[in-house]
């Protein structure tokens, strides 16, 4: 995913450069729970590694007067078949503080993964995080309202999952059109 | 007063027409105002509705069944006619169905004591404004009864907010009427109509000769509103909060009734409305010189016309209402009717009496 | 006190002003708006009345450019079938079938006298699946497919929504197969005797048809 | 008096009076009531349903139930190429199509990294924001009917028919353009579009002024919806609001300003935002007046393009395309103002393949409606379609 961007790093544009110093700040609290910066021109991100510490990142990262990354601007689910793991990729903002933004990545495993939640962190975190594991199917610890929210809630199988297989009837009705 | 001796001529001939022992005449009496309701509720009602929104609205409204839609309605009826009759079983069938009769049955008896001119009246009753706003109010009963047979959510809502909005709306009402009753020293909706008949046409009008029948008037109406459940104060049945109000489960002719009931009763206050602060069938034409215009549009005929065409503009006017304004909110319309319509009700109250005394 | 005052004030001038703006609409509905289409000079210099337009008789003119019913002018179509893969809902089917080397001069050219080597007895376009997005219409080399501006092509049975442009009849369908059939295995005959006689490796002799940017001849089920 | 015990089931006190008798006292039995709002209700703006557990007419807690347009559009964009996922973005917000479809090429063109042609960016302005006040006008027009006034919402669909009919003109369709493609137009404009546009914009500013006046004005109107759903600032920044909905609670944060994309940082617009005097800030009337004022804002900008915008002999607005879309592995977030809020795209390509790995659509009315449960507590129902009227869903959006 990232060849070709070691030198887009050297030349780093004002943006990231500000998502660099925020992550700096992030990786001198956090230390080894995140992972190396990933200073790709089109959307910087880091991902956690430490999967316990996501929500403590989080509240870091909203509350600290250095990032105030208050807008939780995007909550996507994501599907690594490869690497055989799930995951989210969060695009955070801060609104009326800095003009930084950067993107964190959560990975879990594929089977039975769980990720905490942090709808409690950014409250729109709670219907993305409901999108997710609609369309995915990790948990998420601590969510308050931990339900399916696109699909019926008795449908089977996850559609994003890339092996996703549709099932022939819902309810007597032939599924695939 | 010229058509004093002539009062109710006609209606009394009528109903003293029998033959054998069917009292015929008086079955004509009772049909006049139900073939007259049924047609200005077709005509004017619907129609006149449908296209007085249409151009307010910068559409053609009803086009297709016949020239320039007039026979839209009956295709409507047509329809209506045809559709299955639907009484839900989980519904109490006996309000189910009594519901709407109850509201038809109450605006059409309150056309007993209206006089479509002078020589016509079902019955002259002394104390026929009393009668009129008591009979109005019947139909809160129906309202409840369908609301409640219904057994659906929207319906229970929809009676709920329109027995509290009529209930409560029939004080300013009553209280502004009285202000009418006052002026005029009766209840008698045939002696308003004479007291303000006249050679001067309008001037005799309670609403120009006495300088403080507007505000009676203007409560009279906004309560008349709301009495009818017409925008802006039509959250019984408010379509984007409740779908249909009290008559969500209703279909084909049950539905039907409603709409011939509402079109009946805001005839009805319309109707009120002009007999008691604008003369009712008198001519609004004054005698000028030798121009006796009044005495030339007065008359039986002629007075059906005035009070017909009197009861037609405030109609439009509610119609011209229903389509500019929102719809105002439950507290909000309690707040209108209690902290604003009802002082202000007895404030003209306390004036026409003082008037009254000491003009 | 005051504001209970200038709240009643407020509500009854704001209800006035409404009034008359609707009323003054009501006085305007003797005036019609006309039905000009977009691309008329006098568009909006059409009269502020009543808007609307009875449908059927009445209509806005739907622009030139209007992305409506598909139309395929099957002359002009040289079955690259450019068009079927790259629709997203899949509302086109092609089938072809080769031309065979005798058959190029019958087969015809398209108008802008490109040399086909498709037979398309099959190019049937399901309108009620169609989204109108136009992909197709921007894939095609030769621009035969395209968008018409007719808007209202509704139709009792959906069945009929399907738009059949093919045009060979079963016949010809089976006559041309059987060409082809025929034409393949002489020359299959033909390359086996190459090899035999060990002149040109096995492969496909036969060029490939080059319209425009290089569209693979496909419609193998018919030949292969 | 002492209260000796109470049984929550009915209600029932058990008092000891001072003179020692023992009465019990049996309180009106009231219970909640479940009231299910939609999916097929007139203000729920499509199929939402709300599940309100209600007191009377006050509503306890509403849960939003989505999920019945849902057609998994992000599956499909794993089926497609790039090209072929623009017609589908249309049919996300089907309110303001090029709007989602400039936010899908704006990701895809970051992901290819190419330059667009100056004429073209002004067109995909002058589109976009026509479609913004056509997407407002139905906004408005059918908030005054959540509301009761029919009359404005006619008055808004006859205006937006000329928009629809400009844009049709110039891109064959009505409501589902597929007009802006990545790296340039589907078509030119046709050559009287600048008159057209000009005149459009005389035609319409006199309509808004009349439209302020029939509902924006009306103390009715004003009475229904100010003080309603007031949403503060700094919780809609958590729930992550956007657009319209955030203007509203004050927050001066437009992503054509804050995030410029296209040629948005040359031109001169206002970003308006609720001074606190008509309405409270963050209510529902803040919301529709920002709207309100968005139109002219869009105005603005539609007049300043139309005289900057270049001409070019035998332009070519598909000259730039390229041929084959396959951008090098990488991922992206684009997003771009909508007239509901930033939608936005996260775009990730693996580099071999024409079509997206992964395509998550962020929809601004998902985000925006996941506000409903707080906003909905303790509301008349009359406030709660007054509230979801103000949220202006787009139910195609939402469900995806």
């Given at each position: 995913m990232d060849n070709g961007m070691e030198e887009a790093g050297n030349i780093m544009s004002a943006a990231v450069q500000e998502s660099k110093a925020a992550y700096d700040s992030i990786q001198a609290r956090f230390g080894s729970a995140v992972s190396e910066f990933d200073a790709n021109p089109t959307m910087p991100f880091f991902e956690v590694s430490d999967l316990s510490k996501w929500v403590d990142i989080a509240l870091f990262m909203r509350d600290d007067p250095r990032l105030k990354f208050n807008y939780l601007a995007c909550l996507s689910g994501m599907d690594y078949p490869e690497q055989n793991q799930l995951g989210i990729v969060c695009n955070l903002e801060s609104i009326g503080h800095h003009p930084h933004r950067i993107a964190v990545k959560v990975k879990c495993p594929r089977d039975g993964g769980a990720i905490p939640s942090v709808s409690c962190v950014w409250h729109t975190a709670n219907w993305h995080e409901r999108e997710a594991y609609d369309m995915y199917g990790m948990t998420f610890d601590g969510h308050p309202d931990h339900r399916r929210i696109l699909c019926p809630e008795d449908w089977t199988g996850f559609p994003l999952r890339k092996d996703y297989q549709v099932q022939d009837t819902y309810h007597g009705i032939k599924v695939p059109y | 007063m010229s058509q004093s001796p002539s009062l109710n001529t006609w209606s009394e001939a009528l109903s003293g027409f029998y033959i054998g022992w069917l009292p015929l005449g008086l079955l004509i009496v009772a049909a006049v105002p139900l073939i007259f309701i049924a047609l200005y509720a077709l005509t004017y009602g619907v129609y006149g509705e449908r296209k007085i929104s249409a151009f307010m609205q910068d559409r053609l409204g009803p086009m297709e069944v016949g020239k320039w839609g007039i026979l839209q309605t009956l295709a409507d009826i047509l329809k209506l006619l045809q559709k299955e009759d639907i009484v839900p079983t989980a519904a109490d069938k006996f309000l189910f169905v009594i519901g709407p009769v109850i509201m038809f049955v109450g605006s059409f008896m309150a056309f007993v004591v209206l006089p479509y001119g002078p020589a016509f009246i079902g019955a002259d009753l002394n104390v026929g404004l009393f009668y009129a706003i008591g009979i109005v109010s019947f139909e809160v009963v129906g309202i409840l009864a369908s609301g409640w047979g219904s057994n659906n959510k929207w319906a229970l809502y929809g009676a709920i907010r329109s027995v509290a909005q009529i209930v409560s709306y029939e004080i300013p009402a009553s209280i502004a009427l009285l202000c009418g009753a006052m002026m005029a020293g009766t209840l008698s909706m045939q002696q308003f109509c004479v007291l303000q008949s006249g050679p001067y046409g309008f001037i005799h009008y309670y609403l120009f000769s006495?300088?403080?029948a507007w505000l009676p008037f203007l409560i009279y109406f906004i309560a008349s509103l709301a009495e009818n459940n017409?925008?802006?104060?039509?959250i019984p049945e408010a379509e984007s909060e409740l779908v249909a109000g009290f008559f969500t489960e209703y279909s084909g002719m049950k539905f039907a009734m409603f709409f011939l009931a509402e079109y009946g009763s805001m005839f009805m206050v319309s109707a009120i409305i002009s007999i008691v602060?604008?003369?009712?069938?008198?001519?609004?034409l004054p005698n000028i010189g030798g121009f006796a215009l009044n005495e030339w549009t007065s008359g039986p005929v002629w007075g059906a016309f005035w009070i017909i065409m009197k009861a037609f503009f405030f109609i439009f006017v509610q119609m011209w209402l229903r389509w500019t304004l929102p719809r105002l909110r439950v507290d909000q319309l309690m707040f209108l009717c209690w902290k604003v319509l009802t002082p202000f009700a007895f404030i003209a109250f306390v004036l026409t009496a003082v008037w009254e005394i000491y003009k | 006190m005051s504001e209970y005052f200038s709240n009643i004030k407020t509500g009854a001038t704001t209800i006035a002003t409404g009034l008359s703006i609707t009323l003054r609409h009501f006085f305007n509905a003797v005036k019609r708006k006309g039905?000009?289409?977009?691309?008329?000079?006098?568009y909006f210099n059409q009269v502020d009345g009543l808007c609307t337009l009875q449908y059927p008789r009445e209509a806005v003119p739907t622009p030139k450019i209007g992305r409506y019913r598909l139309y395929n002018d099957i002359d002009d179509c040289i079955g690259c079938c450019q068009c079927e893969r790259a629709c997203p809902v899949e509302c086109i089917t092609i089938e072809t079938i080769k031309t065979t080397a005798d058959d190029l001069a019958v087969c015809g050219k398209t108008s802008g006298g490109q040399q086909k080597r498709m037979w398309v007895p099959v190019f049937d376009i399901d309108v009620a699946k169609c989204m109108t997005c136009g992909i197709c219409v921007s894939v095609c080399p030769t621009d035969c497919l395209v968008h018409s501006p007719v808007a209202d092509f509704s139709e009792f049975d959906v069945r009929n929504m399907v738009y059949h442009y093919g045009n060979l009849s079963k016949i010809e369908v089976e006559a041309k197969k059987k060409k082809l059939e025929e034409e393949k295995a002489a020359k299959e005959k033909a390359a086996a005797e190459a090899i035999a006689r060990g002149e040109v490796p096995a492969g496909r002799p036969a060029p490939k048809p080059k319209p425009a940017p290089g569209p693979a001849p496909v419609g193998g089920e018919a030949g292969e | 008096m002492q209260e000796l015990g109470k049984a929550e089931l009915n209600a029932t006190r058990i008092i000891r009076q001072d003179d020692n008798r023992v009465v019990i006292e049996k309180d009106l039995d009231t219970e909640y009531m479940v009231l299910s709002m939609g999916p097929q209700h007139p203000s729920t703006h499509g199929v939402l349903r709300l599940e309100c557990i209600t007191d009377g007419e006050v509503v306890v807690e509403a849960e939003p139930y989505l999920g019945y347009l849902h057609r998994c559009f992000e599956k499909y964009c794993e089926k497609l190429d790039y090209p072929s996922i623009v017609p589908y973005t249309d049919r996300m917000d089907y309110l303001a199509g090029m709007n989602t479809e400039l936010a899908y090429c704006l990701g895809v063109e970051k992901l290819l990294d190419i330059e667009i042609p100056r004429r073209v960016e002004f067109i995909r302005v002058i589109v976009s924001e026509l479609n913004r006040i056509a997407s407002h006008l139905v906004a408005i027009g059918t908030y005054g009917i959540d509301l009761g006034a029919f009359t404005p919402f006619l008055f808004c669909f006859r205006d937006r028919e000329h928009i629809l009919n400009l844009l049709e003109w110039i891109s064959g369709a009505r409501m589902l353009y597929n007009y802006i493609w990545i790296g340039g137009l589907a078509y030119d404009v046709p050559p009287d579009f600048r008159k057209r546009v000009a005149e459009f914009v005389a035609y319409f500013r006199p309509k808004a002024v009349e439209l302020q006046e029939l509902l924006t004005e009306n103390e009715i109107f004003v009475k229904r919806t100010k003080g309603v759903g007031i949403m503060p600032a700094d919780v809609a920044i958590n729930y992550a609001w956007s657009g319209p909905m955030l203007r509203g609670s004050g927050?001066?944060?437009d992503l054509r300003r804050n995030d410029p994309y296209s040629i948005y940082p040359e031109l001169d617009f206002d970003v308006p935002v609720p001074d606190g005097k008509f309405s409270d800030i963050g209510d529902s009337l803040s919301r529709h007046l920002v709207r309100a004022l968005e139109m002219t804002e869009s105005l603005k900008i539609i007049e300043q393009c139309l005289d900057r915008m270049p001409e070019v002999d035998g332009f070519n607005s598909r000259a730039l395309i390229p041929k084959k879309i396959r951008p090098k592995a990488g991922e992206v977030y684009a997003r771009a103002e909508n007239p509901r809020g930033e939608v936005g795209f996260y775009i990730v390509s693996d580099g071999k393949s024409t079509k997206p790995l992964r395509c998550k659509a962020r929809s601004s009315c998902f985000v925006n409606l996941s506000a409903m449960k707080d906003l909905s507590k303790g509301q008349l129902i009359p406030d709660l379609v007054a509230i979801i009227g103000s949220i202006d869903i787009v139910l195609g959006e939402v469900d995806r």
């Open positions: - | 006495n300088p403080i017409r925008a802006p104060f039509d602060f604008l003369g009712g069938w008198a001519s609004p | 039905d000009a289409g977009i691309d008329d000079a006098d | 927050v001066k944060w």
